[in-house]
């Protein structure tokens, strides 16, 4: 169960507090926290349940407002306030308006109920919350990273979990970028906020530097369909300035498959890293990189590439650029001198003297071929092998 503004009078010893406005609110509650600045933006991640006593603060109505704005603007999962007491009398009519008009989750407590047992109470319930989730985790990590099929033993766990074996699902890998990283706290809410969203009971799965996130999907999802869903999510994670690169497996018949396809979703994702442009890469698209994106060895790749590209590899002048940027054109034309060069706009004679510049470079006949697929290969496979070559 996912706690919720609505369900804290709903928690034994708490019935004196009423929830006022926001009961179809959906932000899960992440931790309480007592409000002791005038501003909250600075303090909140996502997820907080936010105390306001007005002991060391007393607040007008447009300022209360202004709380709220900013609660909201953070994902906080409600504010609580104090009243019955010297600081705060009651709570004004037009805050409790303005809360209702927003959607968000106003709740009243007596003063007189001590904070510490309120607290004490409320993080005992998202304790026995995070159990059951972890749970989940743990059975849902053991199945991601195991190639082998699931044992009768790990069925029956499935099945005390309350897991449907034969679920059709799909999983991607979520990877921040560098700068997103040190939010860990706010990707985590955020994440679980979102599955919550498209009804997934699956925790996300810590791998490396991002998550692998499971999708339960309908028997008859397209693949339209199930890209609709992750870009739900980019819109979602846009709204909080979070920035990702995600690889999307194929869809599989159930989790006995979800090993292979964490891997698919895994390599997407390197995919999905190299292509800046193109924060989500499915791996479907990937077309003859999949083969490459299955080789483990990446000393193989990246001595493939050397091979073929000779200095042309890793190599980032201007002058190599503009080669391999010929040389892509030039294939992407299957081979047509006169379309490449009408979409590079250049003259025929400075296309042929750049091919040939490539072929004493690199030692390729492009009439030959054998030699001009293998170039080909090597001028795809180049990005993945220096990434791999950096990590």
Known sequence: MTLRARDIPLIAGLGSIKLLTGEQSQQAIRWPYLAENRELAPWLVGGELVFVTGINLQRSEAEYC??????MEKS????????????????????????KAKGFAILEQPYSLPMVRVTELICNALIQDNLSSHSLQHFASEVVNSPSSLSALSQQRARDLGIELDQPMAIALIQPEQHSESKLSAWLFQLKQWLQAVHSPYPPLEYHHGWYLLLPLAEHDSIEQQRSHWQGLRQHLKLQQLSFHLGISANLSGWVQL??????????AEFAQLQQHNAIVHYLDLGISRVFAAVEDSQLLVDFCRLRLGPLFANQQSDINQLKHTLRCYFDNLGSLRQTAQELNIHRNTLHNRLSKVQALTGCQLNHAQQRL????????????IQRQRS
């Open 374 to 385: 293998e170039l080909h290969n090597a001028l795809l496979m180049e990005p993945l092998a």
């Open 259 to 268: 090993g292979q396809a964490a891997q698919q979703a895994k390599q997407a």
């Open 76 to 99: 906080a999962a409600g504010i609580v306030i104090l009243t019955d007491s010297e600081f705060i009398e009651s709570i004004p009519a037009s805050v409790l308006d303005y809360a």
């Open 66 to 71: 202004q709380l709220i704005d900013e609660a």
